[in-house]
């Protein structure tokens, strides 16, 4: 079965400048999220999906970060404007309904603002 | 609130010799507990997992896991390590009422293996 998959791999912005990342996540998965994961730390949770609802995005700063999931298969994590503290590696994991410990994590997206 | 604690940032060990990784967690009432293993440029997978039935848990590659609930630990061992392990583990608790939980992870541990 094919995995999460993710794009870009790698962006490099700078300050200020806007970024968006994709998450296509495995078929069938009702529950999707969005992590951030900053050098030498755990991945940190900042936004939950259950099909195109959220569930969960008491972490996600709002001021400059959005996130949809029209569909509920595909999602788009979006940052706006970028800053210095935001250099990270954004991760996108899926799961089954009501299976969150068994979570399927893709390769993610290494950004770093300048 | 629940949490868990990496006590090591960094540990190395030699090919062929036994894998110790720490984890001590916090809570309330029994948690559920994971590792996930990250190798470099790959997604995180999941290793194993204790959810309240036997307190030895096996995962893959060979890893296992004890739960010790007096000592609030879930120490990751492996009889004996390969090159192939070498990567990031992370402790992991899982949180939050049936149908909104979410994982929380620990600050991970880099496993080196030195030939």
């Known amino acids: 079965e094919a995995g999460v998959a993710q794009s870009p791999r790698y962006k490099i912005i700078e300050k200020r400048q806007s970024v968006a990342f994709w998450c296509n996540p495995i078929?069938?998965?009702?529950?999707l999220y969005w992590y951030q994961q900053i050098l030498g730390q755990g991945p940190k949770l900042l936004i939950q999906?259950?099909?195109?609802?959220?569930?969960?995005d008491s972490q996600l700063p709002k001021d400059r970060f959005s996130a949809e999931r029209l569909k509920g298969v595909d999602s788009t994590l979006k940052i706006q404007p970028a800053k210095l503290e935001d250099s990270a590696v954004y991760l996108c994991a899926s799961s089954q309904r009501d299976r969150a410990h068994e979570q399927y994590f893709g390769p993610g997206t290494r950004l770093t603002v300048t | 609130a629940q949490s868990v604690t990496q006590l090591d940032s960094h540990v190395s060990v030699s090919e062929g010799t036994p894998v110790l990784l720490r984890c001590n967690y916090s809570?309330?009432?029994?948690?559920?507990l994971f590792w996930y293993v990250q190798h470099p440029n790959k997604g995180l997978q999941l290793l194993l997992k204790y959810t309240s039935a036997a307190t030895l848990v096996k995962g893959i590659n060979g890893f296992e896991a004890e739960f010790k609930k007096s000592e609030t630990s879930f120490h990751l061992t492996k009889p004996s390590a390969h090159m192939s392990d070498a990567a990031e583990y992370f402790c992991v608790v899982r949180m939050g009422l049936f149908g909104n939980e979410k994982l929380t992870f620990g600050t991970g541990t880099r496993l080196t293996i030195i030939p």
């Open positions: 999906f259950q099909n195109n609802g959220v569930v969960d």
């Open positions: 078929s069938g998965h009702a529950t």
């Open positions: 809570s309330s009432y029994s948690p559920s």
